[in-house]
């Protein structure tokens, strides 16, 4: 079992920065390639960015060159910074955690980030 713990959403303004961290417990960090989605309103939840535990990274065409996900093995954390934001980046914003092996996956309770234009 993975528990995920969310924070650092909240209000923005189109073209500032947000960063969102997710705490992992529970488990083996490395052990698991971690992500962030997101979800807005009557829209199916899509992918944002993932990370493998040796940091390779894989982004939406949409957040290319605005948000950088990163992890800190030794914290058990990961982070997405997102700048230049959009009123499109609008949605709650899920940290997922996939096993490697079992591909098992675990959600944190999501973490609102609105942008206003």
């Known amino acids: 079992q993975v528990q995920l713990v969310e924070s650092g959403g909240g209000l923005a303004q189109a073209g500032g920065s947000l960063r969102l961290s997710c705490a992992a417990s529970?488990?083996?960090?490395?052990?698991?390639?971690m992500g962030w989605y997101r979800q807005a309103p009557e829209r199916q939840r899509e992918l944002v960015a993932t990370?493998?535990?040796?940091?390779?990274?894989n982004y939406a065409d949409s957040v290319k060159g605005r948000f950088t996900i990163s992890r800190d093995n030794a914290k058990n954390t990961v982070y997405l910074q997102m700048n230049s934001l959009k009123p499109e980046d609008t949605a709650v914003y899920y940290c997922?955690?996939?096993?490697?092996?079992?591909?098992?996956?675990?959600w944190g309770q999501g973490t609102q980030v609105t942008v206003s234009s």
């Open positions: 529970g488990s083996i960090f490395s052990f698991y390639r």
């Open positions: 990370i493998t535990s040796g940091s390779r990274t």
């Open positions: 997922n955690a996939a096993h490697i092996v079992t591909n098992t996956n675990y």
